[in-house]
């Protein structure tokens, strides 16, 4: 795994839909979040400008759920479930990319994956637990 890459290609489980990637720090972004859509879902993201994904194929059977706020928007394929990518809340200027959707990428690949503290959202003006919360991102 090259955690230095910057750009790759992507796509769901079926095939369905296809994007292109450009990614902000290659996998050093790689993290999880522990908010109650993020832990069910279980996916590890990285980032992405929101001029860094090109949707090639498929964009009409992508679905976007929102809930909460509904400022972030989390899309997926319509056809096979898997969760592609999302607008942060966060950062509504960055999308994270499902790394698992990453040509080539599995989420196993990483030693360990920081969490972000999303149940006490930035956003929601409540402070974080703090560095005990996360954990550390040790590269493979
Ligand atoms: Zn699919």
Redesign the pocket.
């Known amino acids: 795994m090259d955690i230095d890459i910057t750009t790759s290609r992507a796509s769901?489980?079926?095939?369905?839909?296809r994007f292109s990637v450009t990614l902000t720090d290659g996998l050093r972004t790689a993290r999880r979040c522990n908010c109650s859509y993020c832990r069910m879902r279980g996916a590890v993201a990285v980032s992405a400008q929101l001029d860094g994904i090109v949707v090639e194929q498929g964009e009409d059977?992508l679905s976007v759920y929102q809930f909460n706020t509904g400022s972030a928007k989390h899309y997926f394929?319509s056809?096979?479930?898997?969760y592609t990518f999302h607008q942060r809340r966060s950062n509504p200027g960055q999308y994270g990319v499902n790394v698992a959707c990453l040509e080539g990428i599995s989420p196993f690949d990483f030693a360990e994956v920081p969490v972000l503290d999303g149940v006490n959202h930035p956003a929601d003006g409540v402070p974080s637990a703090g560095p005990a919360g996360f954990l550390r991102y040790v590269p493979a």
């Open positions: 769901c489980h079926c095939g369905a839909v059977m394929c056809k096979c479930g898997i």
